[in-house]
């Protein structure tokens, strides 16, 4: 069952400009995480925040946390070109012994 | 250091065929992970193992085995392909002992397609 659901599914932005993408989720959580994945590769770690922070940066990346309304949001300035990659929100339900739940994804594209 | 390496990265199979995907990890992580990615639905966990000698079912590990053969190696089998288990699977790793919500380290991926 998924967790988390991000939304847009995707996104199409002119390069310079700032993408956006959120995560909802269903139940409570010690901490959520965001990946990347470029086309056909593997996901690769961006930024974890804890249930206990409200944001956290990153380079171009600001990551928002409000769990009394059990969303993130994933923002990346100044895109650029390689930034055209899929992203997908990971929850840890703070509860038995559950494991990272990985949402559907938004697929975003940087126009150059 | 190569991280987490799997191998086939290709593998078209006849229903009913076995194989075994291999995946390594250089890393000295202790907790490894197999799951498969399909359009639309995001990764699902097949199997972990939390450290080397154990390992426990994930979201859809029907149609699956696994083995953790040391600390690096965790294989996946396939006992019968299905046409259903055509998908891409990655395998993962992360630090901790039991801590499944550490960051994951991914590796490139087996594009598996079941005839």
């Known amino acids: 069952s998924q967790q988390g659901e991000e939304d847009p599914q995707a996104l199409s932005i002119q390069e310079g400009e700032n993408a956006t993408m959120n995560c909802s989720y269903k139940?409570?959580?010690?901490?959520l995480q965001w990946y990347r994945q470029n086309s056909g590769r593997g996901l690769v770690h961006l930024i974890l925040?804890?249930?206990?922070?409200r944001e956290k940066h990153s380079g171009r990346l600001r990551v928002t946390l409000d769990t009394s309304k059990k969303s993130s949001s994933l923002l990346i300035t100044a895109s650029r070109a390689a930034d055209t990659a899929s992203y997908f929100c990971a929850t840890d339900p703070n509860f038995g012994n559950e494991k990272l739940t990985f949402g559907t994804g938004t697929r975003l594209t940087i126009i150059p | 250091n190569a991280g987490v390496t799997q191998t086939p990265k290709f593998q078209v199979l006849k229903t009913g065929q076995s194989m075994t995907l291999q995946c390594a990890q250089d890393?000295?992580?202790?907790?490894m992970y197999w799951y498969r990615q399909d359009p639309g639905m995001g990764l699902r966990l097949i199997y972990y193992s939390a450290s080397e000698g154990t390992t426990d079912k994930g979201e859809v590990p029907n149609g699956y085995n696994v083995s953790r053969l040391n600390k690096r190696e965790f294989s996946l089998r396939l006992e019968s392909a299905a046409p259903s288990q055509t998908s891409v699977y990655f395998c993962?790793?992360?630090?901790?002992?039991?801590?499944?919500?550490?960051?994951?380290?991914f590796g490139p991926g087996t594009r598996l397609t079941v005839l």
């Open positions: 139940t409570s959580i010690n901490n």
């Open positions: 925040i804890r249930s206990n922070e």
């Open positions: 993962a790793s992360s630090g901790g002992y039991y801590i499944h919500t550490d960051t994951q380290y």
């Open positions: 890393m000295n992580h202790n907790s």
